[in-house]
């Protein structure tokens, strides 16, 4: 969905950040919150998430302490942590083990140089 005259939404500056978490890599609702400018809007984030286009590596975003809190909203409860794993990331009870290794700051990441 688009402003008037074609200007970005949220929810697309939003999609445009997960497009860019690497293979492997995750990042948290918050983190991306913050990239974007709205530090307590990682509620926003999720909102956004929740409706994303299924192209979108949805997967690679969870919450701060690295639990998969958006796996409920994929095709069944199991498909978060399947691609997850499929990508390197170990995970036990719903909770990335290597959380901060595997961890992406997208506003380290992509500093304007």
């Known amino acids: 969905m688009k402003k ?17 978490i690497p293979k492997g890599r995750v990042t948290s609702y918050g983190a991306i919150a913050n990239f974007l400018g709205v530090k307590s809007s990682a509620r926003m984030v999720g909102w956004a998430m929740h409706g994303c286009p299924s192209k979108l590596p949805a997967h690679r975003v969870v919450n701060s302490a690295g639990l998969l809190t ?15 794993e499929k990508e390197g990331i170990v995970i036990m009870k719903d909770k990335i083990q290597n959380f901060k290794s595997v961890f992406w700051d997208p506003a380290r990441e992509l500093k304007v140089k």
């Open 4 to 20: 008037k005259h074609d200007e970005p939404t949220f929810f697309d500056d939003v999609y445009d950040v997960v497009k860019l």
């Open 70 to 84: 958006g796996k409920h909203h994929f095709d069944t409860l199991h498909t978060m942590q399947s691609r997850l």
